[in-house]
């Protein structure tokens, strides 16, 4: 199984930015898939998720109305949408992929990406 995230970059407070995470060797449709974030001497936090059957999409409180998560099952690509960022949105962002409900929980995810680096300038 591999995940392969992209979108690494530099963006200025309040700019926008788009990653993907491109997901190979297992039956993606099956997945909820999720995006965590960890910054630099913090532990890694949830960020958001999406189901496989019905699409829900879930959020942290911190980037809830700003980013937003997506799938697009026919090319195993999942998404996150970011806007209205801030410094504190600079973190390493991975994405990950679970079998088991509990999405916001790290521990529940049974595969993960190797990480894109976001960085938001004030």
């Known amino acids: 199984v591999q995940l392969q995230a992209s979108g690494e970059g530099l963006v200025q407070a309040g700019g926008s930015l788009r990653l993907s995470c491109a997901a190979s060797g297992l039956t993606f449709s099956s997945y909820v898939m999720g995006w965590f974030r960890q910054a630099p001497g913090k532990e890694r936090e949830f960020v958001a998720a999406v189901t496989w059957i019905t699409m829900t999409s879930y959020y942290a409180d911190s980037v809830k109305g700003r980013f937003t998560i997506s799938r697009d099952n026919a090319k195993n690509t999942v998404y996150l949408h970011m806007n209205s960022l801030k410094p504190e949105d600079t973190a390493v962002y991975y994405c990950?992929?679970?079998?088991?409900?509990?999405?916001?929980?790290?521990?529940?995810?049974?595969?993960w990406g190797q990480g894109t680096l976001v960085t938001v300038s004030s």
């Open positions: 990950a992929a679970s079998r088991r409900g509990e999405y916001a929980r790290s521990d529940s995810y049974d595969y």
